[in-house]
């Protein structure tokens, strides 16, 4: 089954870091685009980074700078490591395969940013 | 940056009968390869996203026959023939032709 399980969420106040981490199962994220999507509280979605399968990388301007994305071959997994954290990145970030669209979607972790 | 436009952001709808959902970008988003990008998703409450249409008009799969996807360069539409009580929810077109990928604002589907 393919599946996708993120972890490394939590509250973190202003100026912290964090790193998230996505566990991928039944297929490989070295070989295919990889993205992380974020889902502010009541509001919609807002796409933040993508690795592709040649390993092109590109961020959002809101994050740019300050997150990087990265994957794991040995572990199958995707990560976001995420600095100079602000209270405008609380959301919940979701770990996608980005293959013809967003076909495979982690159930989230939540990030609080706040003092 | 491709600004996605969705109308309604709300659509009452009426159990049995068909809805539409409209997304215009801001330029085309026919890609370099002669792809188009465009895909379609629903979040039901409570839920992550989950991916209907992608390349226009291409049913993901599992995806009922009665969700439909259809378009050309800078406009498109979802269409569900038939609604159900399942398809209670937020709709949301996105570009992946151009950096940055953007989302439309979503439609919330919600029975009358």
């Known amino acids: 089954e393919v599946q996708l399980v993120e972890s490394g969420g939590g509250l973190i106040q202003p100026g912290g870091s964090l790193r998230l981490s996505c566990a991928a199962s039944?297929?490989?994220?070295?070989?295919?685009?990889m993205s992380w999507v974020r889902q502010s509280p009541g509001r919609g979605l807002e796409w933040v980074s993508v690795i592709s399968d040649d390993d092109t990388i590109n961020y959002a301007d809101s994050v740019k700078g300050r997150f990087t994305i990265s994957r794991d071959n040995s572990k199958n997994t995707l990560y976001l490591q995420m600095n100079s954290l602000r209270a405008d990145d609380t959301a919940v970030y979701y770990c996608v395969r980005a293959i013809n669209g967003m076909d495979v979607w982690g159930q989230g972790t939540t990030v609080t940013v706040s003092s | 940056d491709v600004v996605m436009t969705q109308t309604p952001l709300s659509l009452p709808v009426t159990l049995g009968q068909p809805a539409s959902i409209s997304c215009r970008a801001s330029q085309s988003l026919v890609h370099r390869s002669g792809n188009t990008h465009l895909s379609w998703l629903q979040q039901r409450p409570g839920q992550p996203p989950r991916l209907l249409i992608y390349?226009?008009?291409n049913r993901f799969s599992g995806v009922p026959d009665r969700f439909s996807g259809s378009g050309a360069e800078t406009d498109f539409t979802l269409r569900i023939s038939r609604v159900e009580a399942e398809d209670v929810g937020v709709y949301y077109c996105l570009q992946a032709t151009h950096f940055p990928w953007t989302f439309g604002q979503g439609t919330r589907v919600e029975f009358k």
């Open positions: 390349r226009i008009s």
């Open positions: 039944g297929f490989n994220v070295i070989n295919t685009y």
